[in-house]
Nanobody, 121 residues
Framework: QVQLVESGGGLAHTGGSLRLSCEAS????????MGWYRQTPGNQRELVAT???????NYADSVKGRFTISRDNAKKSVYLQMNSLKPEDTGDYYC???????????????WGQGTQVTVSS
């Protein structure tokens, strides 16, 4: 079984920084894209940033220039450095990873349980 565990959420002031981490564990042969999404009450989960296995990144317009996604393939981990935080960045942040759990099977998307980020004004 594959598990993703996030850490690093919490409370920050406007203009502050937080760093989120997510580590994948379990039966893993390979990991393709990894990413971060966020969700606020009453809204759909929205993309924040993604990074491919080769290191190509993609960001939501709302976080460009403020957030940086990175990954450590050896540690099966993905990170999100969040700077210049705004109150609208508040939400539950979820990491995901497209994982091949066994040889001969395709990639499947797994999600973490989420970590809460609160930015006070």
């Amino acid at each position: 079984q594959v598990q993703l565990v996030e850490s690093g959420g919490g409370l920050a002031h406007t203009g502050g920084s937080l760093r989120l981490s997510c580590e994948a564990s379990g039966s893993i042969v390979g990991i393709n894209a990894m990413g971060w999404y966020r969700q606020t009450p009453g809204n759909q989960r929205e993309l924040v940033a993604t990074v491919t296995s080769g290191g190509s990144t993609n960001y939501a317009d709302s976080v460009k220039g403020r957030f940086t996604i990175s990954r450590d393939n050896a540690k099966k981990s993905v990170y999100l450095q969040m700077n210049s935080l705004k109150p609208e960045d508040t939400g539950d942040y979820y990491c995901n990873a497209d994982v091949r759990a066994y040889l001969g099977v395709g990639y499947r998307r797994y999600w973490g349980q989420g970590t809460q980020v609160t930015v006070s004004s």
